[in-house]
């Protein structure tokens, strides 16, 4: 008989920033396309205290969700933030209208974002400032040295990195600690392997985005008949997976109703066995 495999609970950030690994990330709760105000600033107000009611203490944002509306929402739902809360922004992106995401990781562009985030997110420190895009345009060098300068000036507590090779890694490490790394990356997506054997060897938090990809039949049937079994939903075991995957994996999932949050943090009692891992590693990934 298949026996249920277990998984890690929390996770390390740093070394010292102790989080439970099914957090929340924070860009849903904006308007159509990340732009303006949400539909429902209210349930958007809920979403983020209920998130917190059920034991997340680790939200993911950034300065261009929206822009600028996630943080203040966060700030406005929650400050002063209860003990041990990790907030995660992000700066390196642009917004020139919805779905555009212009890339600008310039230290002059970072400063006014780094800026911007503690006033709106009402911080004297980032616990977790990620990159959300080295630019092709800026020498690496000068955006990982404006970082490393912030970091020492006790702007940023730790810094991480988003959509990265192991190579951008290494470079990044010549700075700086990189204590997490955030990618796309699903059951069915996992282009990012490598990079996530790489934080796992070197205790680096891999936090994976988009964590179930759409229009993949063997994926869909698959997660299905693993999701049947259990009693629940595709998204709950697509979830389920990457917990029991790896347990450097920190969970953003990310949505603008209260009721599908609920939904959401009920994977983790989604108890996979050894059975059930094989038929979801069968799966076949594409990027």
């Known amino acids: 008989m298949?026996?249920?495999?277990?998984?890690?609970?929390?996770?390390?950030?740093?070394?010292?920033?102790?989080?439970?690994r099914l957090g929340y990330g924070a860009m849903r709760i904006t308007g159509k396309g990340i732009w303006g105000p949400p539909d429902s600033k209210d349930e958007a107000l809920k979403v983020l205290k209920r998130a917190v009611e059920l034991g997340v203490?680790?939200?993911?944002?950034?300065?261009?969700?929206?822009?600028?509306?996630?943080?203040?929402?966060?700030?406005?739902?929650?400050?002063p933030y209860t003990t041990g809360l990790v907030i995660a922004t992000k700066g390196g992106l642009t917004r020139t209208g919805p779905d555009q995401w212009p890339v600008n990781a310039h230290p002059d562009h970072l400063k006014e974002a780094l800026e911007g985030s503690l006033k709106r997110l009402k911080l004297d420190r980032i616990d977790?400032?990620?990159?959300?895009?080295?630019?092709p345009k800026v020498?690496?060098?000068?955006?990982?040295?404006?970082?490393?300068?912030?970091?020492?000036?006790g702007k940023i507590?730790?810094?991480?990195?988003?959509?990265?090779?192991?190579?951008?890694?290494?470079?990044?490490?010549?700075?700086?600690?990189?204590?997490?790394?955030?990618?796309k990356y699903s059951v069915d997506n996992r282009g990012w392997e490598p990079v996530l054997e790489y934080c796992k060897e070197n205790d680096i938090a891999f936090i994976p985005w988009f964590p179930l990809s759409a229009g993949n039949v063997d994926a869909d049937e698959k997660i299905k008949q693993v999701a049947d079994k259990h009693n629940a939903t595709a998204h709950q075991v697509a979830?389920?997976?990457?917990?029991?995957?790896?347990?450097?994996?920190?969970?953003?999932?990310g949505?603008?109703?209260?009721?599908?949050?609920?939904?959401?943090?009920?994977?983790?009692n989604v108890?996979?066995?050894?059975?059930?891992?094989?038929?979801l590693n069968g799966i076949s990934s594409h990027s």
């Open 57 to 79: 203490n680790f939200i993911d944002t950034a300065d261009s969700y929206s822009p600028y509306v996630s943080e203040e929402l966060i700030a406005e739902a929650l400050y």
């Open 271 to 279: 108890e996979l066995t050894s059975g059930d891992m094989e038929i």
């Open 2 to 20: 298949a026996t249920a495999t277990t998984f890690e609970q929390t996770f390390s950030i740093g070394g010292d920033l102790t989080v439970n």
């Open 139 to 153: 020498p690496a060098e000068k955006t990982f040295e404006f970082l490393k300068t912030a970091q020492q000036e």
């Open 239 to 253: 979830l389920s997976w990457l917990l029991h995957h790896a347990d450097n994996i920190l969970l953003i999932p």
């Open 128 to 135: 977790l400032y990620q990159l959300h895009r080295i630019d």
């Open 255 to 268: 949505t603008s109703s209260a009721e599908h949050l609920e939904e959401n943090m009920k994977a983790k």
């Open 157 to 183: 507590k730790h810094i991480g990195l988003s959509e990265v090779s192991v190579a951008d890694i290494k470079k990044a490490q010549q700075y700086f600690d990189v204590v997490s790394v955030q990618n």
